[in-house]
């Protein structure tokens, strides 16, 4: 297990990329109630983000900017004297990087090396990047469950996006000895998540309307589902790790390591939100998506002493019940 050297964020500046998405909102919460200073980069704000309903904007120095632009995400490294960068933001929907995959692209690598040249550019201040990457950074694999020694062979734009971001990761820690590491983790889930493309807001919300779910695919393609306060506290360690430098430009899995169809997972957003099973529209229409991915977390137990915390039966309730005040159920 890692020896951690961070006992408190009391004293720590973090920059947050992609704050207000469903991870980043419930991170920078976190951050503050730790009691760091956390300063966030903005581009666009959703009035239904978790990290405006609940006041957590009020409490952040916001950068408002794009992470394509390098001077914009140097000037909230150097303005703020940031020592700690949780990179965040990105194009996080499959189906988006699809259509416009040069703007994923540019998302998702120019934002990722702007990030760490501005970490490179600045080692005096910078301690510790964590890169919040994903699953689809392996690509297909012949043998499941993912492990960190796999090559990245991504096909799809939104795949190939992560792995190449990954890679960038691990060229700047090997060549600049920049202290990254890198998170991936499989099917996030949790209360602040507005993109209802996704199985577990999607279902949750029709439900709540009274209106027929819908599933994307034929039902039978297998996830792991992680909810978003064990992504959280994965994120916060890593950081912590991060600073030691004895696993710097690696990854590291995160997963409850309980892989689910999406079947398996509708069925049971269905029993927390109405307590019965609801028929849904099976459309059968997800096009370049891997069929099955989940992610084996035994490094990150052996080596930095994580496991997941929150069950699917508590992580649903949480969910369903910040649904039910958003959409006023």
Known sequence: MADLVMTSWSSQRVLVTGATGVVGSWLTRRLLDEGAYVVALVRDLDPQSELLRSGTLQRVAV??????????????????????????GAQTIVGAALRSPVSAFASNLTGTWNVLEAARLHASLVHSVVIASSDKAYGTAAQLPYTE???????????????????????????YDVPVLVARCGNIYGGGDLNWSRIVPGTIRSLLQGEQPVLRSDGTFRRDYLHVDDVVAAYLLLAEVARDGSHSGEAFNFSN???????????????????????????????????DQWLSAAKAHTELGWSAQVSMIDGLARTVGWYRDLLGH
């Open 63 to 88: 950068v408002n900017g794009e992470l394509e632009d390098a001077v914009t995400v140097e000037r909230a490294v150097v303005d703020h004297d940031i020592d700690t960068i949780m990179h965040l």
């Open 149 to 175: 020694d796999m090559p990245l062979q991504g096909r799809g734009p939104y795949d190939v996006s992560k792995s190449c971001a990954d890679l960038l990761a691990t060229s700047y820690a090997v060549t």
């Open 257 to 291: 390591e309980a892989p689910l169809t999406v079947r398996e997972i509708y069925d049971l957003v269905c029993k927390a939100t109405v307590g019965s099973l609801v028929e849904p529209q099976v459309l059968n229409q997800a096009e370049h998506e891997i069929r």
